[in-house]
């Protein structure tokens, strides 16, 4: 029988200020999963959060975008929110932009991860949450899990795997989406995906099978609303083994901590950086921003872990690099390239800043501007 997994997510409120999650969020979510769980609507679930993200994570039989699972989850970032609203937690109810659900959770704010698969004889699957960045974060480890020999010794030497893959990539502007397969077009793919800010990894499938390996959140939080309201905090779910990446090949491009935007009120760039559960709490300027790893094994739909994946002193290189690299970015201030491009301020505060300056500006002879350079202002 066919089997969904479906990572749903959303800041319905934050402990203390964007830092974390309270306990009772979590535990009202587990109550609510659990009684979904009795009535036969859930397999198994799991609650977990990043950041001051709270995650669900259910399997069933219900396939993507099913109307009751997205409205469970709606129902139980609701009724969280009402708890937030209670002990005054920061934020609360930051991710549900629209008032009443509407068949759907797409859309609505909170950030959506699902596939439909047919449980292999062994499954491990790698979620992956994030707290502090945006949708497009998983492109670079995405990219290297599933295209980069450099990364994955799979591609060389697994004939499972030698064919290679198919990204399909999201335009968050347009709404269109593109399919391309690597490793023949790999150049191609990275003319889009190296420009994280509009252009986001949905699906990966493999070539020899057609089967789906990973897929991740796309929602961008500020073209949803039309202004700032938080980051959107991405996930994204990625199977392992046999005709995919191994599971310690899957966790290899974390050792990198590239740099993305987001951190402190959305407006900067820093190092992604892969913690412990327990250490997914970012304190200093917001941030770093942090990526937690939970593996599972699924076993007839039932989630057989969550083992912490980053829990390992492997991955302490990765993090002191981290520290490193925050300290440098932390120096220039208000500086570019830490604070992010004009371009993507625009979803900030700061044009209500500009415009109260905008008659302070006096116009200089012979310093006329372009149609063209007038449009980026
Ligand atoms: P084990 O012998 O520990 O199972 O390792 C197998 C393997 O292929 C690791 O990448
Ligand atoms: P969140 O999206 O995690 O709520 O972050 C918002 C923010 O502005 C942090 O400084
Ligand atoms: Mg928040
Ligand atoms: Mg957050
Ligand atoms: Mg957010």
């Known amino acids: 029988a066919e089997l969904t997994i479906s990572c749903i997510k959303a800041d319905v409120g934050g402990f203390v200020g964007h830092s974390a999650i309270h306990p009772a969020l979590k535990d009202e979510a587990g109550r609510q999963l659990e009684i979904a769980r009795r009535h036969g609507l859930l397999i198994d679930f799991h609650v977990t959060a990043c950041g001051d993200d709270l995650g669900l994570l259910m399997t069933h039989r219900l396939g993507v975008d099913n109307h009751d699972i997205h409205r469970l989850a709606w ?13 005054k937690l920061y934020g609360a109810g930051q991710d549900l ?5 509407s068949g759907n959770v797409r859309g609505m704010g909170p950030g959506i991860a699902e596939m439909t698969i047919v449980e292999r004889l062994s499954e491990p699957i790698i ?50 989406t593109i399919t391309l397969s690597t490793p023949e077009e790999m150049y191609d793919l990275l003319v889009f995906i190296g420009a994280p800010g509009r ?16 897929v991740s959140s796309t929602q961008r939080l500020a073209l949803i609303a039309g202004r700032y309201v938080g980051k959107d905090d991405p996930v994204c779910i990625v199977r392992a083994q046999g005709e995919f990446p191994a599971v310690g090949e899957v966790l290899e491009p974390f ?16 190092p992604l950086m892969p913690c412990r559960i327990g250490d997914a709490h970012p304190g200093r300027f917001d941030g770093p921003p942090r990526v937690i790893a939970l593996g599972f094994q ?14 390992d002193p492997s991955f302490d290189e990765a993090r002191r690099l981290c520290n490193v ?19 993507e301020m625009e979803y900030t505060t700061l044009p209500e800043v500009m415009k109260k300056l905008a008659d302070r500006w006096q116009p200089v002879n012979g310093h006329a501007v372009s149609p063209e350079q007038v449009a980026y202002q």
């Open 75 to 87: 129902d139980v970032f609701d009724i969280c929110t009402r708890v937030a609203k209670e002990l």
């Open 97 to 101: 932009l629209k008032d009443a659900f």
């Open 127 to 176: 979620v992956f949450f994030a707290d502090k960045t945006s949708a497009g974060a998983w492109n670079l480890p995405l990219f290297r899990m599933f295209a980069d020999p450099f990364n994955t010794a799979g591609l060389v030497i697994s004939p499972a795997m030698h064919e290679g893959f198919r990204f399909r990539v999201l335009d968050v502007r347009k709404g269109e």
């Open 199 to 214: 252009y986001v990894v949905e699906s990966i499938t493999a070539k020899s099978t057609g089967v789906i390996g990973a």
């Open 255 to 270: 050792t990198m901590p590239h740099i993305v935007e987001g951190w402190m009120r959305g407006s900067h760039y820093g």
């Open 298 to 311: 699924i076993a007839e739909g039932r989630l057989i872990g969550p083992r912490d994946m980053f829990d």
């Open 325 to 343: 690299i925050a300290d440098h970015l932390r120096r220039h201030g208000p500086f570019e390239p830490h604070r992010l491009p004009m371009e």
